[in-house]
């Protein structure tokens, strides 16, 4: 038996390291307002599609 890489794992981890990085740039920016909740968000959003891209290579 072969393991196969699904095409749309590769995008969802693409879009974890995305999520990971805008989250990262906007907490330089904290002074903001609106700045804190979407960290929260961007932080949700990566570990959601990191464990949506695991769940689908397995």
Do not use: D, K
């Amino acid at each position: 038996m072969t393991f196969q890489f699904p095409v749309v794992t590769f995008v969802l981890f693409a879009a974890t390291g995305l999520a990971a990085v805008a989250g990262a740039v906007t907490w330089r920016h904290r002074e903001v307002p609106g700045s804190v909740p979407f960290v929260v968000l961007m932080a949700l959003v990566a570990l959601w599609t990191l464990t949506y891209g695991i769940a689908r290579s397995l």
